[in-house]
């Protein structure tokens, strides 16, 4: 029968390719954005966050892009490997200290 | 360093039960947040401590559902009496202060079932 839940985008993507997850943020005020990765039994892994005062933030392979006027985010990985495989998230807060996540986009990387 | 840390890992138990959920944030952190994770729903904050103190309790489900934090370093979430649609993943987080918002550090979380 259908599974009942949410419906994760999914991405699959070939090792060694560059990645682009995307996320539509729901409040235009939103001030600070963050990625996590989640594995199988395991927590949410923080990965990179940006304030909204800035349009890119880079860190070790992954970059952040904040789109404030469509409200977009994305999360570039370079050079994609095996355990880069997981479930990512976006998070958004505005103005106080709770965090609002999206459904989250489910990365498979071939071999 | 030792991040937060959730206990029990596994947890099983019998409609009707009581069930507690224990967290020990980061050291110095002074925010702490309970989340829960459904495949229905996502990951939905349900409360936040700062300082020891509740902030936002919107989250909370229904009375069943209460969380302490009766110093830094300890938070229990607890449910009683406890139902089958309580069955999900439940995360504690920390964070520090400082001028806004900050990265939130996840537990292991504790997978709940109930009968």
């Known amino acids: 029968g259908e599974s009942v839940g949410l419906h994760l985008p999914t991405l699959s993507v070939q090792e060694g390719d560059n990645s682009i997850i995307n996320c539509a943020y729901s409040?235009?005020?939103?001030?600070?954005f963050i990625w996590y990765k989640q594995e199988s039994g395991k927590g949410p892994q923080f990965i990179i966050d940006?304030?909204?005062?800035?349009d890119k933030r880079q860190g070790q392979r992954v970059t952040v892009l904040l789109n404030k006027t469509v409200k977009h985010l994305s999360l570039q990985i370079a050079a994609t490997q095996p355990g880069d495989s997981a479930v990512y998230f976006c998070?958004?807060?505005?103005?106080?200290?709770?965090?609002?996540f999206g459904a989250g986009t489910t990365v498979t990387v071939r071999a | 360093d030792a991040g937060v840390i959730q206990s029990p890992r596994h947890e099983v138990t019998e409609m009707g039960q009581e069930v507690t959920l224990r967290c020990k944030p980061i050291s110095g952190h002074d925010y702490l947040f309970w989340y829960r994770q459904t495949m229905m729903r996502g990951l939905e904050l349900l409360i936040y401590?700062?300082?020891?103190?509740?902030?936002?309790d919107s989250g909370m489900p229904e009375d069943r559902f209460s969380a302490k934090m009766p110093n830094a370093s300890f938070s229990t979430l607890k449910i009683q009496p406890s139902e089958p649609r309580d069955s999900a993943v439940y995360f504690c987080?920390?964070?520090?202060?400082?001028?806004?918002?900050?990265?939130?550090?996840f537990g292991p979380g504790t997978r709940l079932t109930v009968l």
């Open positions: 998070a958004e807060s505005f103005n106080d200290y709770k965090l609002s």
């Open positions: 409040n235009s005020a939103s001030d600070y």
């Open positions: 987080a920390s964070s520090s202060g400082g001028q806004g918002p900050d990265t939130q550090y």
């Open positions: 940006i304030r909204s005062n800035m």
């Open positions: 401590f700062n300082n020891n103190v509740p902030i936002d």
